[in-house]
């Protein structure tokens, strides 16, 4: 079987503090952050002993990458044969020299620019770091008006080939010249734009998608809070099968990239963890991508 984990653990400090984060942030416990750590190293050990093909994308409420933690899981399983990508959503804050030990052709990073949490300069060495060690990455920003200007300049800096994508804003409403002007830069921001029609779509969550949590609970996705069994019992596996969006819109990338009505599989192949595009798509601008192993 080749499976797909969006793995989300109790984690939830993290060392910004956007404005627009939707996610609601805490200061975590000595005691949190041991469960954290005990929760992903049981998900890391039953990873090791499958025989599955998988896949894993870290989404934690919180930064994951200043926990010693999720550097030593996805360096390990980068290197365990039958893992063929891990990746993990970050702000980029931390150090990138522990990635040297990762297998490179696995390990990945989707990595967000949050203007005013840290500096532009900081956060561009951080991104040329990565380019030298070989880390596949893609670089995102809010699509907010203030942060045209800063996604501009990341435009005209980041590396030759590497991705810049748009998320749209929750809650913001763009005009046809707003959303001219964010196209510009990332010719895949009309897929973020508006939410998504999905009820009754089908969509591979659940099938050979799936997100579990720090108990190993399962389900379809992370907005759809039905339940299909738990990760350590095995109990998920029956409930494995084609099944239709039951929710009336998708409005995030980790979910409606996974809609079978969508391109995005063709759009972003061979990363749709880490979202970098196939440097074929044809969805893109002639500027040149780098090609995905």
């Not at 939707?22 to 002993?49: H, I, N, S, V, Y």
């Amino acid at each position: 079987m080749d499976l797909t984990l969006l793995y989300r653990g109790p984690l939830a400090s993290c060392d910004y503090d956007c404005p627009y984060c939707p996610f609601g942030k805490r200061r975590d416990t000595p005691g949190q952050l041991r469960a954290d750590r005990a929760a992903l190293e049981r998900f890391t050990a039953w990873a090791a002993a499958q025989d599955d093909r998988l896949a894993v994308l870290f989404t934690p409420w919180g930064e994951g990458l200043t926990r010693s933690w999720y550097r030593d899981a996805i360096v390990r399983l980068s290197r365990m044969p039958h893992v063929r990508r891990v990746a993990i959503q970050t702000n980029l804050s931390g150090r990138t020299s522990w990635l040297a030990d990762a297998d490179r052709a696995k390990a990945a990073l989707w990595c967000t620019f949050h203007p005013g949490q840290t500096p532009y300069d900081r956060f561009l060495a951080r991104t040329r770091e990565l380019t030298s060690l070989g880390v596949r990455f893609s670089v995102g920003i809010v699509g907010l008006p203030e942060h045209l200007a800063a996604a501009r300049r990341l435009r005209a800096d980041l590396p030759d080939g590497h991705y810049l994508w748009i998320n749209a804003a929750e809650g913001h409403t763009y005009s046809d010249d707003e959303a001219a002007r964010w196209t510009a830069l990332d010719p895949l921001f009309p897929f973020s734009r508006h939410p998504h029609s999905s009820a009754g779509l089908p969509c591979r969550t659940g099938e050979s998608v799936i997100s579990v949590d720090g108990d190993g609970t399962v389900r379809r996705c992370h907005f759809v809070r039905d339940t299909l069994g738990n990760l350590y019992d095995g109990s998920f596996r029956t409930a494995l099968a084609p099944r239709p969006c039951p929710l009336a819109v998708c409005d995030c990338h980790i979910g409606y990239v996974h809609l079978e009505s969508l391109p995005l599989y063709d759009v972003f192949a061979g990363g749709v963890l880490e979202r970098i595009p196939a440097p074929t798509s044809t969805h893109l601008s002639t500027r040149a991508l780098p090609v995905l192993p």
